[in-house]
């Protein structure tokens, strides 16, 4: 594809995309405008589908929505509420790390900065740029699978890891598009360009995709 192209995939997509379920990240971010919610239910989210994270997010938000009050819950208290997400015991341990730095080291304000929110137990990358772009409105490019990728089936960048595609986009992609990037490619990834046998048929940016590594397609 051209690089110009990427201009005409995400407004195309940014059409399409309401006709496909929205990443329940995204959801929490634009109900509640809440960095605290985007950073637990992303924490929540990793190797979850994402009707398990949005039960157990609204379960263990109905609890406790703020780190005052989830560090009032014991570990087996959080994790009753978001059983059956990935590694929830792990997760439930990293929830009461976080909350409590928050409250000793930062004020119980979830920091806005991608370096700050590494120093949390269990956040990565791609949930620090999730916080950074949809809990505060800041550019950042959240990398998953998705966007990894699609980005290399595009042909738009040629990376082997998602930090390598961080890396990348951030020096291809306008600006314009950080923040709505991720969102855009993960309910695409999940409903049309599939990991194996991708959809092609149906896809609606066929015409700008290279199709790199793609073998056999719907």
């Not at 405008?33 to 609204?58: H, M, N």
């Not at 570990?75 to 909350?99: D, L, R």
Request: hydrophobic share 35%.
């Amino acid at each position: 594809m051209k690089p110009s192209d990427i201009h005409k995939i995400v407004k195309i997509l940014a059409r399409e995309t309401p006709k496909w379920d929205v990443p329940i990240v995204t959801l929490v971010a634009e109900s509640s405008k809440d960095p605290f919610k985007v950073l637990i239910s992303t924490v929540l989210s990793l190797r979850t589908k994402d009707e398990t994270t949005a039960q157990a997010s609204r379960k263990l938000f109905k609890l406790a929505d703020n780190p005052s009050d989830m560090l009032k819950l014991s570990e087996k208290e959080i994790i009753e509420a978001i059983y059956p997400v990935g590694f929830y015991k792990t997760k439930a341990k990293n929830i009461h790390e976080i909350c409590n730095d928050l409250i000793t080291k930062y004020d119980s304000i979830v920091p806005d900065d991608i370096d700050e929110l590494l120093k949390f137990k269990g956040v990565g990358r791609k949930t620090a740029n999730l916080v950074v772009t949809l809990g505060y409105d800041k550019p950042g490019i959240c990398v998953d699978t998705h966007v990894h990728r699609i980005s290399n089936r595009f042909g738009y960048i040629r990376t082997k890891s998602p930090d390598d595609t961080e890396k990348a986009l951030r020096k291809r992609l306008p600006r314009e598009h950080w923040i709505d990037y991720n969102s855009l490619l993960v309910s695409f990834g999940q409903h049309i360009c599939r990991p194996i046998s991708p959809k092609c048929s149906e896809c609606p940016v066929i015409k700008y995709c290279d199709r790199v590594g793609v073998t056999t397609s719907r």
